[in-house]
């Protein structure tokens, strides 16, 4: 006998707003999960799973293994589609408004904009950065950017987030602090719609799919970012954008595993050639593992931490199509994934990657004097004379910033180790003002007007419990969501402590997360229960998942003066500071 996965109609279990089991690509078809159904007992008759060996390989049969039930957005009813695209839509509707309302207060550069805005501004004007004089800021803060100097600037980061600020500008304006925060807020707005079906995708529940926009629409930390225009932003968005790609990849790659599997099949009376078995046949060309390429060069051309999401995700994906060979049936799935799946995802990812990187710095390899440009014509080499002249003065352009952060470690106010990211240890303050009684907003002898990065702490804190959670799910049930999430976590932070010495702030644990929302709403869905639970159950669940959401909306809601420079009373700014370092 040979196992299958059947499930009831997932239609009813998503319109109900219990989260559909993930025996479609689980390890263990048999490991009851958050929404899963745990199978019956009894004999073949109960047991929906077993199926004859005849049959093992048929279209159908290999579907529901690989990829269960319901197998396109086309397999619910018309309505249910319509609210499909309605939720992640409204949550990404209420993140719009909150990050474009006053999104040019205030109407001065903040924190590192300093360096990343003007940096746009002078892609805009040469393709690459320039110098500013010295209180560029006060010019440019006074709608007069015209003040660049037509020498170049060393910087250290890679062009595409600059790029993003610079579209933004270009729409805008450069003499307005809305058209240099435009793109990070339409990619913030962007990356919630983006979550909302990321969560519909892997828990196809509609109510959690809503809870995970809305956590991250209301998210202080997340706000922020979205609201100020630094790269880390942008390298979010490509790293979340990569990692919805690969989910897509899955699936088509187990459609087109099931479909080749069931043609061998057919031409063999029922059972596919001893060879086919044997590794598993060819899969063609992964078009959505292409994209997820594309989006990794991106992120990787926004920031070099996006090297390590780069291998994370490659690794994953390698993982799930050896999985998929295993729960197909096929006898050397190993040896087989590894070649027939492992080389091309190498291939469709990290020189897609190489690639799209090396475009990105198009403006500075069209320039005549942009920095280093032409430091090969001066410093000819023997060794790697054979190399183009601008891909040697590049080489050297990333050595030494790879020496410069490397280096990086001088201190700073609100440097925050990695330790400390999880439980809000020393958020970054990008703005602090104290106007004066009199002026707008404020009526009191003292005020604050502040913007700190600081996350919703009951958000954050609920996360990093779900992530303890989450590692028992993975190790002990096998689920395959939990532990996908857990690798984009892991990308995004794990690499930080590799480098104690270097100066970190709290902010750059925007990469990853969107990886923490969905460990919490992966959590919020064990909470909801599963669709063959009682009434009363179901009910208490969703019940406790409302007032959960409930809590972290009314608890942003009291937040966000602080992370949208609202002139209020000292001491209500006070008693928003809940721990001493965060001041």
């Not at 050639?273 to 989006?295: D, V």
């Not at 993982?319 to 799946?341: P, T």
């Not at 004066?436 to 419990?465: D, F, Y």
Request: aromatic share 14%; glycine share 10%.
């Amino acid at each position: 006998m040979t196992q299958t996965s059947t499930q009831p109609q997932e239609a009813a279990r998503l319109s109900a707003g219990h989260p559909a089991p993930p025996a479609a690509g689980q390890d263990s078809p048999e490991a009851p999960t958050s929404g899963g159904e745990t199978p019956m007992e009894g004999g073949p008759a109960g047991r929906p799973w077993i199926s004859r060996p005849a049959e093992a390989f048929t279209r159908e049969a290999l579907y529901a293994r690989l990829l269960g039930e319901v197998r396109s957005w086309r397999d619910y009813p018309p309505s249910l589609r319509l609210w499909m695209l309605l939720v992640p839509v409204l949550t990404a509707v209420a993140g719009g408004i909150l990050r474009f309302v006053r999104l040019d207060a205030p109407h001065k550069l903040v924190f590192d904009e300093t360096y990343y805005v003007k940096d746009a501004y002078s892609f805009l004007i040469s393709g690459y950065e320039r110098n500013w004089p010295d209180k560029a800021n006060d010019s440019f803060n006074a709608g007069d950017p015209s003040v660049l100097l037509p020498s170049p600037e060393y910087v250290v980061h890679p062009p595409v987030g600059k790029w993003m600020i610079a579209a933004g500008m270009a729409l805008f304006g450069a003499d307005n602090s809305f058209g240099w925060r435009f793109a990070a807020a339409f990619t913030g707005t962007l990356s919630i719609l983006l979550l909302a079906l990321i969560a519909l995708k892997l828990f196809r529940s509609l109510p959690l799919a809503g809870a995970a926009g809305l956590l991250l629409a209301v998210d202080g930390h997340h706000l922020v970012m979205s609201r100020t225009s630094l790269l880390d932003i942008f390298l979010m968005f490509w790293i979340l954008t990569a990692f919805g790609a690969l989910l897509l990849d899955r699936d088509d790659g187990r459609r087109r595993l099931a479909a080749r599997l069931a043609q061998a099949a057919a031409r063999n009376g029922g059972q596919p050639p001893a060879q086919m078995l044997l590794t598993g046949p060819w899969l063609g060309i992964r078009w959505w593992r292409l994209a997820a390429g594309i989006c990794l060069g991106l992120a990787v051309g926004t920031k070099w931490s996006g090297l390590f999401f780069l291998a994370g995700f490659g690794l994953l994906t390698v993982i799930w199509d050896l999985s998929a060979r295993r729960v197909a049936g096929i006898r050397g799935w190993i040896s087989g994934g590894a070649i027939k799946d492992g080389i091309p995802a190498f291939l469709s990812t990290v020189p897609v990657a190489f690639l799209v990187y090396g475009a990105t710095w198009t403006g500075w390899f069209r320039s005549e004097d942009a920095y280093f440009r032409r430091w090969a014509e001066s410093n000819p080499s023997a060794e790697w004379g054979w190399l183009p002249d601008s891909i040697r003065s590049l080489a050297h352009y990333h050595r030494e910033a790879y020496t410069f952060h490397q280096g990086l470690g001088s201190e700073h106010p609100y440097e925050a180790s990695a330790w400390s990211w999880l439980v809000l240890g020393r958020p970054t303050s990008f703005f602090y003002e104290s106007p004066e009684q009199g002026t707008p907003g404020c009526a009191v002898a003292k005020c604050t007007s502040a913007i700190l990065s600081v996350g919703n702490p009951l958000i954050w804190w609920a996360a990093v419990i779900s992530l303890v959670v989450l590692l028992f799910w993975w190790a002990g049930r096998r689920d395959w969501r939990a532990g996908a999430i857990l690798a984009g976590v892991g990308a995004g932070y794990l690499p930080w402590f590799l480098y104690p010495e270097r100066t970190m702030f709290y902010f750059y644990a925007v990469s990853f997360e969107p990886f923490l929302v969905l460990a919490l709403v992966y959590c919020l869905g064990l909470v909801l229960g599963r669709a063959g639970d009682p009434p009363w159950r179901r009910r208490a669940g969703l019940y406790l998942v409302a007032l959960f959401v409930a809590a972290a909306v009314v608890l942003s809601s009291f937040f966000y003066p602080i992370w949208a420079a609202e002139v209020i009373p000292y001491d209500a700014w006070r008693v928003r500071m809940w721990m001493p370092s965060w001041i």
